[in-house]
């Protein structure tokens, strides 16, 4: 098969994500943007790999973040790196920033999707270039893109929304904003099988785009309700779930 051609035949197409990875929230705060991820890559419901970054830097300005099939995020990163290379090779004092890149992404994932061939995944962008406004830009493996100040994928959006549109402010400082993401990914934590209790961070405030290492969040497992012995044969009958 001639390279860029893609095969009719739906057995070489991807049909269901295998590694996949959880919820990504993105969130402006005041003179930059972050996005965070747990480290988990689930095989099914195995919760298989546990140190895996699913935030990568792209270009000089800009970071991703990624839910969903790990092995396309993979692919689109090697992609991102070819156009950084190629930008770089301009040597013309320009470099592109987060809004070029996640226009890329919008268009090449809407180009997937009208292949029949989607990139089965939820990205979160964020960037700041320099001393422009904060980009966060939310695209899914349809194609549809939007920005925003805050965003969540995966069960995030039904778990982490409520919270962040309570509590999320214009003017927040980093450590306010990461906070509340803490915050976010606790509770996801708590209720999604698929989620992680170890958490990267990415930082763009114009001057740099970093990624921490895997910070550990707090949990707590021990609920009475939770550590009864109800299958113990006591003489009691007690009504359990």
């Given amino acids: 098969m001639a390279p860029g051609q893609y095969s009719m035949d739906a057995k070489q197409h991807t049909l ?35 140190d895996v970054c699913r935030i990568a830097k792209v270009g ?12 396309d995020f993979q692919y689109l990163t090697d992609q991102l790196d070819e156009l ?71 069960f995030g959006m039904h778990l982490a929304m409520p919270i962040i549109r309570n509590e999320w402010r214009a003017d927040m400082s980093f450590d306010e904003a990461k906070a509340l993401t803490i915050k976010c990914l606790q509770v996801c934590f708590y209720r999604d099988c698929r989620a992680y209790f170890k958490i990267r961070i990415g930082k763009c405030t114009g001057d740099e785009a970093t990624i921490s290492e895997p910070i550990a969040m707090d949990h ?16 009691v009958i007690a009504d359990t779930w």
């Avoid at 996949?20 to 988990?40: Q, S």
């Avoid at 920033?97 to 995944?121: A, D």
């Fill in 84 to 154: 950084a290379d190629e930008d770089w090779l301009h040597e013309d004092g320009c470099s592109m920033g987060p809004k070029e890149y996640s226009s890329y992404i919008g268009r090449v994932m809407y180009n997937r999707r009208s292949k029949m061939n989607p990139l089965y995944n939820q990205f979160v962008v964020v960037g700041k270039k320099k001393d422009e406004a904060p980009h966060l830009l939310y695209v899914d493996h349809q194609g549809t893109a939007y920005s925003e100040n805050y965003v969540a994928t995966g």
């Fill in 16 to 50: 269901s994500p295998i590694v996949t990875g959880a919820t990504v929230i993105g969130m402006k705060f005041n003179g930059g943007v972050l996005v965070a991820a747990d480290t988990l890559a689930s095989y099914g419901s195995e919760a298989r790999y546990k």
């Fill in 60 to 71: 000089e300005y800009a970071l991703l973040g990624a839910s969903g099939e790990l092995s």
């Fill in 220 to 235: 707590f497992w021990g609920h009475t309700a939770w550590t009864e012995k109800r299958l113990e044969d006591t003489g």
